[in-house]
């Protein structure tokens, strides 16, 4: 009998393994479709100054909704992306799409937009940023990459090299999700980052736990020391926000509390309305 069950455990987790293996094959074939016929699209996530209460820039997110399969996080499309090479047509059109948009916004408000490893590896990041840039007439400074420390780890000569090209041109470079990945502080020092974007994780639970309160102020300490505008990822309550301001330097904050990530249109009002508005707009509802 229980050879027979184990038998019949066995046939399950294989048809279990085949449909996720079919599931992810379709997704492969869905994504390259998507990309070639230009079908992804962009979300903003505004990061605030912290003192002046200003949108300085805005964070592209590329958004896959798929007629039947529904909305694919970029948790699961990019992955696969990068898996199939797609990466790089997918990273082009970013780039172009999101440094158009910019040139629509005030001059104060700059646009970041993600690079991953498999970018570096295919070695023509420096010629998407350039194309980008010459056929939108933005401004070098006004662009920023985005790099984790995994693509560091994978690339690290690559990106180096390139990312010092593109630092020496005005462009912003800033380590994202910092404190998730090894968190070589090497990286610091051997690379021209601009920003140091401390991941969520460490923002959390800051109004529980004071030993995370102590730990995001001392790391955003560090990269106050070494000149590096330093930003928190997922700023979502306004108890969170009072902790930030009181206890650490830490000059940007972005997260759901200043806004989710959102459509052209939608980012454009909030760049408007948060360039008059001292509070963020959650407050300003709240105290009616
Ligand atoms: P990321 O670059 O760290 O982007 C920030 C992620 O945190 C976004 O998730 C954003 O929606 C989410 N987030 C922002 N504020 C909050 C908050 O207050 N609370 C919580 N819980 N989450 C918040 P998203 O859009 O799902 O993207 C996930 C990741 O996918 C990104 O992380 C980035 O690594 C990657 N990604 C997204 N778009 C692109 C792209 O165009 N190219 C590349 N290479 N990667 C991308
Ligand atoms: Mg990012
Ligand atoms: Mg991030
Ligand atoms: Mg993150």
């Known amino acids: 009998k229980a050879k027979a069950e184990g038998k019949a455990h066995a046939q399950i987790f294989h048809e279990e393994l085949d449909t996720e293996y079919r599931y992810r094959q379709r997704l492969k074939a869905?994504?390259?479709a998507c990309v070639a016929a230009k079908g992804l699209s962009l979300a903003y996530q505004p990061l605030i100054d912290l003192r002046t209460r200003r949108v300085v820039a805005c964070e592209a997110l590329a958004r896959w909704h798929h007629a039947e399969l529904g909305t694919i996080p970029p948790s699961v499309f990019i992955p696969i992306a990068e898996e199939t090479g797609l990466i790089s047509d997918i990273t082009r059109w970013v780039l172009e799409t999101a440094t158009r948009d910019c040139r629509t916004w005030p001059d104060e408000v700059s646009v970041s937009v993600n690079v991953s490893a498999r970018d570096f590896r295919i070695g023509n990041v420096a010629d998407l940023v350039h194309d980008a840039l010459a056929n939108s007439g933005l401004a070098a400074h006004r662009l920023e990459i985005e790099v984790t420390e995994t693509a560091l780890i994978e690339q690290r000569d690559a990106?180096?090299?390139?990312?010092?090209?593109?630092?020496?041109?005005?462009?912003?470079?800033?380590?994202?999700?910092f404190g998730t990945g090894y968190s070589s502080l090497s990286y610091l020092q051997a690379l021209p980052f601009t920003k140091l974007k401390i991941d969520r994780s460490f923002v959390a639970d800051i109004a529980t736990n004071p030993r995370s309160l102590k730990l995001l102020s001392n790391v955003a300490q560090l990269g106050k020391d070494i000149d590096l505008i330093v930003t928190a990822e997922g700023v979502e309550t306004d108890a969170q926000l009072d902790l930030i301001e009181a206890n650490t330097g830490i000059d940007q904050i972005q997260g759901y509390l200043f806004g989710v990530p959102l459509p052209r249109g939608k980012v454009a009002q909030i760049i408007t309305r948060m360039g008059q508005s001292a509070r963020p707009a959650t407050r300003k509802q709240k105290q009616g």
């Open 30 to 32: 869905e994504l390259r």
């Open 159 to 177: 990106a180096t090299k390139v990312l010092g090209l593109l630092a020496r041109e005005g462009i912003g470079i800033a380590l994202d999700d």
